[in-house]
């Protein structure tokens, strides 16, 4: 039986404007799995996800990475962007979950955005534990930050629901035994929650 659920938080809780905001960055668009590869391989992104580098840090490696004959403030103000408000159905989701369930999040983020999300909305009480790559200096879809999870939560693989929107996430945690569903939406997790043995969400 499921006892914890972990769910990530860009794609799946907050609305994210990746394609449009990285696109502007970058002067291209990119299709949605090639954009998850491109920002976990990044040495820019890695390091400052990774909690190795700063946001100013970041920036400067940032444009260099990518050649962006952009300035630093613009670089910072459009990532700062890709973050937006929780999906709908967010805060009722966790509300109806938190009763039977652990929740915890585990995302791949960094100070800039969790500093903005963590100042403007309040759902992060409503979560038992915070997993963040930048404070546990390692990334999804890297099997050493499920082990750390696991271990930190004391739980079985078996016993964990993970929740992303990333497909090589996914297949990373399933490989360590975690069920792990790729969504989109509060309402797929719900819609897959209440399938699960003994469970009632109303």
Known sequence: MIKHILLDMGGVLIDLQWQDRVGKLLGRSLPIDELHHLWVSAPSTVDFESGR????QFTAAFIQDFDLAL??????????????APLPGC?????ALKPQYHLSLLSNTNPAHFGKLRDRYDFFET?????????????KPSSAIFDHVLKELSAAPDK??????????VESAKALGIQAYRVDSPAEIMAIVETFSGASTT
Do not use: C, K
């Not at 300035?71 to 937006?84: C, N, Y």
């Not at 805060?91 to 509300?95: R, T």
């Not at 964990?160 to 996430?169: I, L, M, T, W, Y």
């Open 53 to 56: 580098t700063d946001f100013d």
């Open 71 to 84: 300035p630093p403030d613009i670089v910072q103000h459009e990532f700062l962007e890709i973050v937006q």
């Open 91 to 95: 805060e009722a989701m966790l509300s």
């Open 127 to 139: 979560l038992d534990r915070l997993f963040l790559s930048y404070e546990i200096g390692v990334m």
């Open 160 to 169: 964990v629901a993970f929740f992303d929107d990333g497909a090589r996430n």
